[in-house]
């Protein structure tokens, strides 16, 4: 879309920048932008961001396009003015739209959105070019830059809706029109932004107002219920319901049904329920769209019933895997490349792609269009896998080197060192032999951390502070144990302010990994200060020797943050010392203070409320002696993550954020928060023994009655403490729950799994959502944290994204 029919299209005031640019990329993440010159910058206002802020940097990429809500200071810029520019960018996919006349699948419901329409486009592309919402982009801003995606080459389009509250729905139906609706079902989810079940399946049902036909289960009455409402014209579908106007009759893997004198007959292995019923959503869909029953079954035979998902592993040599060896679509390819670029920008990028199949373009073209991705991206190097990729690898402008198959590449032996590797390829390449070949660590047991969990818990928190107030993120002891460099990579991707460590060494691996967030540092040895400055980190300085030693041996010192004694009875200052730190910083004014601080001791707990209280304000008065006697105004702060929630009055200029970050509320007056991680193993034997029977080291496990006793691959060398033995924990295997039975041994553990129906290579789920880290830390008669930080490094970390 050219700027001039743009303006037009929102009826928005125009500051001219001299060119009439063509509008094919919109960006809203400066960090984003390639700063090629037919890329928009649209400044949206979130809940922390304002993209306003950022206009300087998309500015400085070389975007000359801006789509904002006021004027500003961009030379040589097309400035677009509207009153709300989420609403502009709404209304410019609503034009978009209305450009192309192919079908398009809007799909909603309050679970599955995603898997029905992921699975739904893979049925589809058996036959025809889709379009597809990438990831889960279902919001008020997800879904125009869905829309915006379709073009002139795609032949059918499938995008996905969700909302939170009432009065949404309008806004995304107005940007998608369906003209095939998919409507999946009706849960508990969000249901706070609602009256009632019914209600909110009506809000939804808005989505297919154009709708020529609307999918749903026959047996979700309530959605049944909400498209006769609206006078929507509906197909149902189910499973052994004569009343269903599509009835699968099943038997064993066969589903039949016939519907308008045609029948459809496929083979379906899957046998969860819940899979199923996504699976038939697609099934119908595409069958209904005009797919052959021979397209369908080729499309469900390379389904994998997983949800797609990016998966961040360490490798040997200081390289991060980015494991996406589940498919390989132009599509999927940018999305990986996007988050790729997220990683920490000093190490090279690497990318290990397969051929693309089924793609539906001819191959010089596809091969391009991969050149250029990888070009904008700023990929380093493609090692490609494939005769089509060997065939045209003369097409790629970055440096590259081609096998025919993956046992070729492996054989090579090639070296990877200080990178971050994409490894993506369709499923019939075996590109996971590949990842194995790189990974760090091939122990069964894996700390897997959830991205989204911990973005979710960033944001409950942020919600707590005023605008303005500062967050400094603790990331000491490995993160609480979760792995350091990821999460301070992902933190500065989120622009927290501040992050804090406990040791030296914590602090020059970030600088290392590429992190440029401020650091403070708690504990440095006092050996290491001439450190500090090469590494650009603020130490906290605790005692006037402390700060006399600093001074001594730092000519060109780093800001320092003084840290105050309140009641702690830890590290600081006491009060009465003040006087002579202000005479020694006001006789070096080459030193600068950055921060002063206090750790309460009892944040989260109400009996103490009093002392708490007795400690800030006796923070207060230190502060204001200091600042009173300096002539700026150093950031204060105080509270950890509990103090966060409890102590609002004393957030000061800054907070710094713990526990809370990595899933457990120590104020325990939130249920909001996410568990982050997971801890899970596997079942490597299954023994079954009669009564007389004994397990394990000192024959502690006394078998009663014939038992079925499985050992676990997890000891007290991975952190699984030996106060979990005998019957005092459970774990979770296929959700049901089995009891540690004997004591725990270093690398294993060994539980009675008797009656359960599971079988050795079965997952174990240690810990997560059940049991919960409080629930560990119950039976062991410790506290969260360190279950935690228990978690050895020789657990396998892997980070994913969904
Ligand atoms: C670890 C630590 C925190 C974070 O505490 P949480 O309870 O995990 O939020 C805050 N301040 C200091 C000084 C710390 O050592």
């Known amino acids: 879309m050219h700027i001039q029919e743009l303006v037009a299209v929102l009826e928005a005031q125009h500051i001219a920048g001299g060119h009439n640019a063509n509008i094919k990329k919109l960006v809203f993440d400066s960090r984003k932008a390639t700063g090629s010159d037919d890329e928009l910058f649209i400044a949206l206002k979130g809940l922390h961001h304002d993209g306003h802020q950022f206009l300087a940097q998309a500015h400085a990429t070389g975007i000359r396009n801006f789509l904002l809500s006021s004027k500003a200071d961009l030379p040589e810029s097309n400035q677009i003015i509207v009153p709300n520019t989420l609403t502009a960018l709404q209304s410019l996919a609503s034009k978009h739209r209305l450009q192309h006349t192919y079908p398009v699948v809007g799909i909603t419901g309050s679970n599955a959105k995603t898997i029905v329409k992921e699975w739904l486009s893979t049925l589809l592309s058996q036959k025809w070019q889709v379009v597809k919402s990438p990831k889960s982009y279902n919001s008020q801003l997800g879904v125009p830059l869905s829309v915006w995606e379709m073009n002139d080459q795609h032949e059918i389009a499938v995008f996905e809706a969700g909302i939170s509250a009432s009065g949404e729905m309008q806004n995304l139906q107005q940007v998608i029109r369906p003209t095939m609706g998919i409507f999946t079902n009706i849960g508990e989810a969000h249901a706070a932004g609602f009256a009632n079940q019914a209600q909110k399946s009506r809000e939804k049902a808005l989505l297919f107002s154009t709708a020529e036909n609307v999918i749903y289960r026959y047996s979700h009455h309530i959605v049944g219920d909400a498209l006769t409402y609206h006078q929507h014209p509906a197909t149902s579908w189910d499973i052994h319901c004569p009343e269903a106007a599509i009835n699968f009759e099943v038997q064993g893997s066969t589903y039949r049904c016939t519907y308008q004198g045609k029948s459809l007959k496929l083979n379906i292995r899957w046998t969860n329920a819940w899979d199923i019923e996504n699976l038939l959503h697609a099934v119908v869909a595409a069958w209904l769209l005009g797919e052959s029953p021979e397209e369908i079954q080729r499309g469900i035979d390379s389904l994998k019933p997983v949800p797609m998902r990016l998966e961040l592993k360490r490798g040997r040599n200081h390289t991060h895997i980015l494991d996406d060896t589940y498919n390989n679509d132009l599509q999927g390819l940018s999305t990986a490349l996007d988050y790729l670029k997220q990683q920490p920008a000093q190490k090279q990028r690497t990318v290990i792609l397969s051929d693309i199949l089924q793609s539906g373009k001819e191959p010089t073209a596809l091969y391009q269009e991969v050149n250029t991705l990888l070009k904008n991206h700023e990929i380093s190097r493609l090692i490609g896998v494939g005769s089509a990729l060997q065939k045209h690898q003369h097409l790629f402008e970055i440096p590259s080197t081609t096998y025919s198959t993956v046992d070729d590449l492996l054989r090579a032996t090639p070296h990877f060192g200080q990178e971050t590797i994409l490894v993506k390829g369709a499923r019939d390449f075996g590109l996971e032999k590949v990842v194995r070949y790189l990974e760090e660590k091939s122990h069964g047991t894996v700390l897997e951390v959830n991205f989204e969990s911990i973005q979710h818990n960033l944001s409950v928190y942020r919600q707590y502070l005023q605008p303005g107030t500062k967050l400094m993120v603790m990331v000491k002891a490995f993160a609480y144990g979760v792995g350091t460099e990821e999460i301070a990579n992902l933190l500065q991707y989120h622009q927290v302010d501040y992050l804090g460590v406990a040791y030296l060494d914590e602090a020059i691996a970030l600088r290392e990994s590429g992190i440029q967030l401020p650091i403070m540092i708690m504990n440095v040895s006092w050996e290491h200060f001439e450190l500090l400055s090469t590494f650009r980190l603020e130490p906290e300085i605790y005692s006037l020797s402390m700060l006399k030693h600093y001074l001594e041996v730092c000519p060109d010192p780093m800001p320092i943050h003084l840290k105050i004694e309140t009641g702690m009875n830890r590290l600081g200052f006491e009060y009465e010392e003040l006087s002579e730190v202000i005479t020694l910083l006001k006789a070096n004014p080459s030193i600068k203070v950055a921060g002063v601080f206090t750790h309460f001791s009892s944040a989260d707990s109400q009996e103490e409320d009093g002392y708490t209280q007795q400690q800030g304000e006796r923070f207060e008065k230190a502060c204001q002696l200091l600042s009173n006697a300096l002539n700026y105004a150093p950031l204060r702060y105080a509270v950890n993550s509990a103090g ?52 394990g080291y000192s024959r502690k496990g006394k078998i009663t009655q014939p038992s079925e006793i499985a050992t676990i691959a997890i000891g007290y060398a991975d952190g699984y403490s030996r106060l979990f033995g005998n019957g005092n924990a459970y774990v979770l295997i296929n959700g049901q729950k089995a009891y540690t039975i004997g004591n725990v041994c270093m690398d294993m553990t060994m539980v009675d799994v008797t009656g359960l129906n599971v079988k050795a290579g079965d997952e174990v789920i240690v810990f ?23 978690v050895s490094q020789r657990v396998k970390r892997v980070f994913v994204s969904e």
């Open 644 to 695: 966060i929630i409890r102590w609002p009055q004393y957030h000061f200029d800054m907070v710094r954020l713990g526990i809370g970050l990595y899933g457990f509320d120590s104020s325990g007056s939130t249920q909001a928060l996410r568990p982050i991680s997971t801890l899970k193993t596997r079942i490597s034997q299954i023994k079954k023994l009669p009564a007389g029977a004994t397990v």
């Open 768 to 790: 997560g959502e059940d049991p919960s880290i409080a629930d560990l830390a119950r039976w062991s008669q410790t506290i969260p944290y360190e279950i935690l930080t228990n």
